[in-house]
């Protein structure tokens, strides 16, 4: 049986979300620490929202300069 391509690259996605819906607020610098150095954060942060908003019309990620912002109700509709 042939995996769907989408669902394996949604996989780090998801894998990320789940840690990240754990707490509401994050700091850059620990986002930076969660994800490692090669991951372009900005670029994460924007694949999480894409996803978000295409499962349940609304993003759950704001960004307010060094603070990361988790809406962390839509837990369950997101894994």
Same mark, same amino acid.
């Given at each position: 049986?042939? @995996? *769907? ?5 949604? =996989? *780090? &996605?998801?894998?990320? &979300?789940?840690?990240?819906?754990? /707490? @509401? ?5 620990? %986002?930076?620490?969660?994800?490692? *150095?090669?991951?372009? %954060? ?11 908003? =295409? ?19 839509? /837990?369950?509709?997101?894994?």
């Amino acid at each position: 049986v042939q @995996e *769907p391509v989408h669902k394996t690259d949604i =996989s *780090p &996605l998801m894998e990320i &979300l789940g840690k990240l819906l754990t /707490k @509401e607020q994050w700091t850059r610098i620990e %986002l930076a620490e969660l994800v490692g *150095p090669d991951v372009m %954060l900005g670029n994460l942060l924007e694949q999480i929202n894409d996803y978000a908003y =295409s499962k349940i019309n609304d993003i759950v990620i704001e960004e307010d300069g060094d603070i990361i912002y988790v809406t962390t109700e839509y /837990k369950e509709q997101l894994i």
